[in-house]
T-cell receptor, first 114, second 112 residues
Framework: EAQVTQNPRYLITVTGKKLTVTCSQN?????MSWYRQDPGLGLRQIYY???????DKGDVPEGYKVSRKEKRNFPLILESPSPNQTSLYFC?????????????FGPGTRLTVL | GENVEQHPSTLSVQEGDSAVIKCTYS??????FPWYKQELGKRPQLIID?????GEKKDQRIAVTLNKTAKHFSLHITETQPEDSAVYFC???????????FGKGTTLSVSS
């Protein structure tokens, strides 16, 4: 089944404790991205990647890191999480991104930073 | 960079009525305009999209119109049903590999 998966789905952590949220797609998509969703603010892009080893900042990249070492995986890293990073995070992928095609979203990761 | 404004933020209609959500964008290079529906507790899912070489697209009760000159596009839902209740997001995108920018969303409530 074609899908985007994220892990964990729920995470409660404390300020400063490094964490990684994994994202994987099995559709051979070139383009992957991370969004955070906050009430009243919609979906804001954190980082995106056009291909392996190519990543770019989105609208709200501060406090986040990403890597794209393999085409199927695009982990989101919070080196030192803070309470303002409490949010619902979505990973998404599409064949090429931007102009061309549908973005498929993962199920979401609800992160709480205490 | 691109900026997408979406209105209204909330919309309440009676079952059977029509609903219209409007978005404006700033980057004239944008040429892909999808609409996503997000039901409570679920992921956003594409419901319809339109590209800049098309002025209107329809899929059953859902239609999208695009006015490139005015830089705005709209989602039209006819004969609304309670299951249409959700948050709807518009987005605008440009060249392949660039960011897709989302509006802030519209919460649609359809009462029976």
């Amino acid at each position: 089944e074609a899908q985007v998966t994220q892990n964990p789905r729920y995470l409660i952590t404390v300020t400063g404790k490094k964490l990684t949220v994994t994202c994987s797609q099995n559709m051979n998509h070139e383009y992957m991205s991370w969004y955070r969703q906050d009430p009243g603010l919609g979906l804001r892009q954190i980082y995106y990647s056009m291909n392996v080893e190519v990543t770019d900042k989105g609208d709200v990249p501060e406090g986040y890191k990403v890597s794209r070492k393999e085409k199927r995986n695009f982990p989101l890293i919070l080196e030192s999480p803070s309470p303002n990073q409490t949010s619902l995070y979505f990973c998404a992928s599409s064949l090429f991104g931007g102009f061309t095609d549908t973005q498929y979203f993962g199920p979401g990761t609800r992160l709480t930073v205490l | 960079g691109e900026n997408v404004e979406q209105h209204p933020s909330t919309l309440s209609v009676q079952e059977g009525d029509s609903a219209v959500i409007k978005c404006t964008y700033s980057d004239s290079a944008s040429n892909y305009f999808p609409w996503y529906k997000q039901e409570l507790g679920k992921r956003p899912q594409l419901i319809i999209d339109i590209r800049s070489n098309v002025g209107e697209k329809k899929d059953q009760r859902i239609a999208v119109t695009l006015n490139k000159t005015a830089k705005h596009f709209s989602l039209h839902i006819t004969e609304t049903q309670p299951e249409d209740s959700a948050v709807y997001f518009c987005a605008a995108g440009g060249q392949a590999g660039t960011a897709l920018i989302f509006g802030k969303g519209t919460t649609l409530s359809v009462s029976s």
